[in-house]
């Protein structure tokens, strides 16, 4: 009996930190899974590399700053992101809503070290290029953003306008 405490603190300590190792044990970057998670989300779905559509071009910069920090995509048009990280820190790319890029972000400044990856994000380190390809199926303003503490917060975010075909 004298154990029961000490072992229910320890398990559920251990077992409250599993969300977070998971998300350490999670990929940042470099090669994705040759599976592709297709989930519908407010701003659209996973796309096929071969059904692009149009290849779209973004630096990142260490400014904290996309270039460019604004486009235009027809519904149903499925893009292939081209991230091109110009700078010296580690950068990311996540699309999203506003609403689910701010609730990202201050999961990410809560755990700084939290690692992730669904097919709308792509971790870039410095000097390298990664992508996304992405089917815009609904109308809307969506975002996209650099998640990385203090990233977001410089400004480091940029505009997608889905507009009805």
């Known amino acids: 009996m004298?154990?029961?405490?000490?072992?229910?603190?320890?398990?559920s300590l251990t077992f409250s930190a599993l969300p977070a190792a998971a998300h350490e044990k999670a990929h940042h970057g470099g090669k994705k899974a040759a599976a592709?998670?297709?989930e519908q989300t407010e701003w659209g779905i996973?796309?096929?590399?071969?059904?692009?559509?149009r290849v779209v071009k973004i630096k990142m910069l260490d400014t904290m700053r996309f270039a460019p920090d604004s486009i235009?995509?027809?519904?149903g048009e499925t893009i292939k992101?081209?991230?091109?990280?110009?700078?010296?820190?580690?950068?990311?790319?996540?699309?999203?809503s506003h609403k689910?890029?701010?609730?990202?972000?201050a999961l990410m400044a809560k755990f700084p070290g939290m690692k992730h990856e669904e097919s709308y994000m792509a971790?870039?380190?410095?000097?390298?290029?990664?992508?996304?390809?992405w089917t815009f199926n609904r109308v809307g303003e969506f975002m996209f953003a650099c998640l990385i503490p203090g990233h977001y917060q410089a400004g480091m975010v940029?505009?997608?306008?889905v507009t009805a075909m």
């Not at 004298?2 to 398990?11: G, H, K, N, S, Y």
């Not at 992101?81 to 990311?92: A, C, D, P, T, W």
């Open 36 to 38: 592709v998670k297709k």
């Open 100 to 105: 689910e890029l701010n609730a990202h972000a």
């Open 158 to 161: 940029g505009k997608i306008k």
């Open 123 to 133: 971790h870039v380190a410095s000097g390298k290029i990664g992508q996304i390809v």
């Open 72 to 75: 235009e995509v027809k519904q």
């Open 2 to 11: 004298m154990f029961a405490v000490p072992i229910t603190l320890a398990l």
């Open 81 to 96: 992101f081209v991230v091109i990280n110009s700078g010296r820190m580690l950068h990311e790319i996540v699309i999203g």
């Open 46 to 53: 996973a796309g096929e590399a071969k059904a692009a559509d």
